[in-house]
């Protein structure tokens, strides 16, 4: 493709739908010549304007080729935004407005997309990381723990005693855990107080931007508590060999379906079956899904364009 790609994104402000459209973003603007602008209308309520308005809100000097946009708060902005523009429209998600109305998705199979040229099924939600295979740090180790959710149940005392396993069994790795917004409080204190020479604990709020993305390409392996999927495909699409911690299921859902899946692939080893002291596998195979989207959206563009 010799020509700009012009593509504007539209975010609510949330982590895990910004991480998905920069991981697209960025595998874009590695392949071809992008000009890409963004609103974040947590920031800056989005107006319904004509061309000029809407080049005025994105900060742009024309208009886009595509409109991408993750989240539901999204999605009018997104159809508007495309409908006036004259650009097409493509969603982050399985969408809560007719799919009919967008001009293609990309939607986890976990969600389970209807078959259609329109539509990339991915495994799990595209993000930033990418593969690295070469130069991961063989005395490190990361542990990192989500929390309170729909899908499984969390016991504080449980996963505690899981990590204490891992850092006793993996006493090569020094190992660092950290939390998140939903962890219950007190454990990463309790782990503390255990004392442990080989493990470091780090709450999220004292993380820098990039920290995990940093931490998942350098150390050698990681453990993520299984309700935190992005984290896991994260971890996953590091390459660094993953384990998933043990947690009960609490109903049959599209989160606890997905996590059965990535271990029945062997994307990750699950505490259950993971043999103490022994090495976490590779990643089966690699996944890196915001590559094979940004591939897709391309080609789809060269379809457009010789059809």
């Known amino acids: 493709m010799a020509t700009t790609l012009r593509l504007w994104f539209i975010t609510d402000g949330r982590p895990g739908h910004l991480n998905q459209l920069r991981g697209l973003a960025e595998r874009l603007e590695a392949k071809v010549p992008c000009h890409i602008h963004w609103l974040d209308i947590s920031q800056q309520e989005f107006r319904k304007a004509g061309r000029r308005g809407l080049c005025e809100q994105f900060a ?32 982050l998600m399985k969408p809560s407005l007719p799919r009919c109305l967008f001009d293609a998705a990309i939607i986890p ?43 499984f149940a969390w016991d504080n005392d449980a996963v505690l005693a899981q990590v204490l396993v891992i850092a006793n069994a993996r006493s090569d790795l020094h190992w660092t855990v ?25 709450p999220f709020g004292d993380c820098p931007p990039g920290w995990l993305r940093e931490q998942l390409a350098s150390v050698a392996e990681a453990w993520v508590s299984r309700d935190s999927v992005s984290m896991v495909y994260e971890s996953i699409t590091s390459a660094v060999p ?16 997905s996590m059965a899946s990535v271990l029945a692939a062997g994307l990750a080893r699950g505490y259950e079956s993971w043999p103490a002291g022994e090495p976490l596998p590779p990643p089966a195979e690699q996944v890196w899904e915001a590559d094979r989207a940004a591939d897709w959206l391309l080609n789809t563009l060269e379809g457009k364009k010789h059809a």
């Open 60 to 91: 742009a000097g024309s208009l886009p080729d595509w409109v991408v946009a993750a989240g539901s708060r999204c999605h009018l902005p997104l159809l508007w935004t495309a409908k006036v523009s004259g650009a097409r429209s493509l969603v």
């Open 109 to 151: 199979e976990h969600d389970a997309p209807p078959v259609s040229p329109k539509i990339l099924v991915t495994r799990g939600v595209l993000n930033v990381m990418q593969p690295t295979f070469e130069n991961r740090d063989k005395r490190r180790g990361l542990i990192v723990l989500g929390g309170v959710n729909k899908h």
């Open 178 to 202: 950290s939390d998140s917004p939903r962890t219950p409080p007190g454990l990463l204190e309790a782990l503390a107080s255990e004392a442990v020479a080989n493990i470091d604990t780090l």
């Open 242 to 257: 993953t384990g998933l911690l043990a947690l009960p299921p609490l109903r049959d859902s599209r989160v606890t379906r």
